[in-house]
Antibody
Framework: EVQLVESGGGLVQPGGSLKLSCAAS????????MHWVRQASGKGLEWVGR??????????AYAASVKGRFTISRDDSKNTAYLQMNSLKTEDTAVYYC??????????????WGQGTLVTVSS | QSVLTQPPSVSGAPGQRVTISCTGN?????????VHWYHRFPGTAPKLLIY???NRPSGVPDRFSGSKSGTSASLAITGLQAEDEADYYC???????????FGGGTKLTVL
C-alpha cells in the first residue's frame, strides 16, 4: 500500500527549531516530487515547499513565508523526506502534511497525503 | 488571504446540484495552469477529487465533475448526498509566486 507517515510535530517556543519526518512506503521516494503543505486552524491549505525528484536533482523551492527558515531534504536509504524548521514563529502553528506530487512540473497534483502532524509554536 | 478565491460555504438539499467556484488571475489559472480539487473530512488529510481540470481518480463517483474557463474553475456535485459534507479546496500553480496555490476552502453543508 502506498503510504506517507509524518512524525516529529510538537510544541516549540518561538525562535526554536523542529524537524518533521515523512516516511514513505509502497513506492520509492527518490522517483517522486515531494511537497509540504500546511493548514492552520480555521484557515485554508498553504503550500510550504517542494523537493523535485532525483531525476531533477532534488531541486527545492519554498513559499516566501518560510524561505530562509525551512529546508526540505531526503534520505534515500530510509525512503524518508524531512522538513527542517528553524526560527519558528507563532504563525507557523499548523498541521503539516507531506504529499506526493504527480510530477516535477508546475501542473502537478497531490495524490498521496500523509496523515499530518501538528506543530504548535507558543511560549 | 488565499491566492485562489472560493466561496466560504455552499449548501444544498439531498439530490440537488451545487457548484463551487475557484477564481484566480493571469498568473495562475488564467495562465493555463491546471486546476485540481480536493475534499477534506474533519480530522483527516485532504484527498484528491478532480485532477487536470476535469479528470476523476479511480473510485470518485461521476457525480463529481470539474470545469475550467479563463481565470476560473468550478466543481459541480450532482445528486447531493449527506456523505458529501466536507471542505473542498481548489489548487493550481502560480508563476509569479513560483509555487502551488490553494483556494481558501469551501464548506459544503447538506441540508
Amino acid at each position: 500500500e502506498v503510504q506517507l507517515v509524518e512524525s516529529g510535530g510538537g510544541l516549540v517556543q518561538p525562535g526554536g527549531s523542529l524537524k518533521l519526518s515523512c516516511a514513505a512506503s509502497g513506492f520509492t521516494l527518490s522517483g517522486s516530487a515531494m511537497h509540504w503543505v500546511r493548514q492552520a486552524s480555521g484557515k485554508g491549505l498553504e503550500w510550504v515547499g517542494r523537493s523535485r525528484s532525483k531525476a531533477n536533482s532534488y531541486a527545492t523551492a519554498y513559499a516566501a513565508s518560510v524561505k530562509g527558515r525551512f529546508t526540505i531534504s531526503r534520505d534515500d536509504s530510509k525512503n524518508t523526506a524531512y522538513l527542517q524548521m528553524n526560527s519558528l514563529k507563532t504563525e507557523d502553528t499548523a498541521v503539516y502534511y507531506c504529499t506526493r506530487r504527480s510530477s516535477d512540473d508546475s501542473s502537478g497534483y497531490y495524490y498521496v497525503w500523509g496523515q499530518g502532524t501538528l506543530v504548535t509554536v507558543s511560549s | 488571504q488565499s491566492v485562489l478565491t472560493q466561496p466560504p460555504s455552499v449548501s444544498g438539499a439531498p439530490g440537488q446540484r451545487v457548484t463551487i467556484s475557484c477564481t484566480g488571475n493571469s498568473s495562475n489559472i488564467g495562465a493555463g495552469y491546471d486546476v485540481h480539487w480536493y475534499h477534506r473530512f474533519p480530522g483527516t488529510a485532504p484527498k484528491l477529487l478532480i485532477y487536470d481540470n476535469t479528470n476523476r481518480p479511480s473510485g470518485v463517483p461521476d457525480r463529481f465533475s470539474g470545469s475550467k474557463s479563463g481565470t476560473s474553475a468550478s466543481l459541480a456535485i450532482t445528486g447531493l448526498q449527506a456523505e458529501d459534507e466536507a471542505d473542498y479546496y481548489c489548487q493550481s500553480y502560480d508563476s509569479s509566486l513560483s509555487g502551488s496555490v490553494f483556494g481558501g476552502g469551501t464548506k459544503l453543508t447538506v441540508l
